[in-house]
Structures are given as structure tokens and as C-alpha cells.
């Protein structure tokens, strides 16, 4: 797999943030990210194309993120999601953990560490495409 097939949404009502982030991880990682700034328009997106990691703030107009990660998981269960917050708070991570969040960040976020726990999706998610194929050539 070459690391553009690893495809990463980044949804943030904030336009500056969704494309600053989704720019910035780009080049660090090299990976393919598209960004939304809308979760109805990232919830279209992702009913065309099988993103392999999600990046969502909670706190958006009309649809919070929580709602947004339970609908994506219901479509298609095997997606990492990553939470990006300002709000700090017993419940933020509850219910993100509940929704199936690998990792949660506080804004400003931490790039390195970004980077560093989506490389670790990104080994997860070859470990289990390794047991798939070793299975389908023992077939």
C-alpha cells in the first residue's frame, strides 16, 4: 500500500482549520486528505469514497461530530476516527470513546502527535489487511 491509498477526511467548521490542518498533514505524512468544512457535505464525501481515517472537531453547526462518527460508523465500521476539541471535558471523552474514537486532541493541536497516532492507525490498518490477504491466499 502506498500511502496515498491511506485516504484521511478532516472535518472542522472552521474553513482556516480544516484546510490548515489537512495541508499540513499532507506533507508531514504524505497521505491523501481531503477536508471539509461542512459535515453534511463530508457525510456526502464519504458515502463515495472509503476514507480509512476520519479527523473531526465535535462542537459544529447543525451536526456535531458525535452524530457525524455515529452515522460514518454505521456505514462502514472498520474507519479510524481521531476527535479534535477545545472542550476538555469528562463527557467529550466518554462519549468519544463510546463512539469507537481511536484518539482525542486538544486545539491547538499538537502536530507531531497527530502524526505520530496516525502513523499508528495507519499500522493497524496494515496489520489487518495482512491477516485478510494471508487468509485469502490460504483459500
Known amino acids: 500500500m502506498q500511502k496515498k491509498d491511506f485516504k484521511i477526511m478532516v472535518v472542522d467548521d472552521e474553513v482556516d482549520i480544516a484546510q490548515g490542518m489537512a495541508e499540513n ?9 481531503d477536508f471539509f468544512s461542512d459535515p453534511y457535505l463530508a457525510l456526502q464525501a464519504f458515502k463515495n469514497k472509503s476514507y480509512n481515517l476520519v479527523l473531526t472537531d465535535i462542537s ?20 479510524f476516527f481521531i476527535v479534535i476539541t477545545a472542550h476538555k471535558t469528562i463527557e467529550m471523552v466518554t462519549r468519544s470513546m463510546r463512539l469507537g474514537a481511536s484518539y482525542i486532541f486538544y486545539k491547538p493541536v499538537d502536530l507531531a502527535a497527530l502524526e505520530d497516532a496516525i502513523e499508528t492507525l495507519v499500522g493497524r490498518y496494515l496489520y489487518w489487511i495482512g491477516k485478510l490477504e494471508e487468509l485469502r491466499g490460504a483459500e
Request: no cysteine; aromatic share 4%.
Open 25 to 33: 498533514l499532507g506533507v508531514i505524512t504524505g497521505h491523501s486528505i
Open 60 to 79: 459544529m453547526p447543525n451536526i456535531d461530530g458525535f452524530e457525524m462518527m455515529k452515522r460514518m460508523r454505521a456505514r462502514r465500521p472498520t474507519t
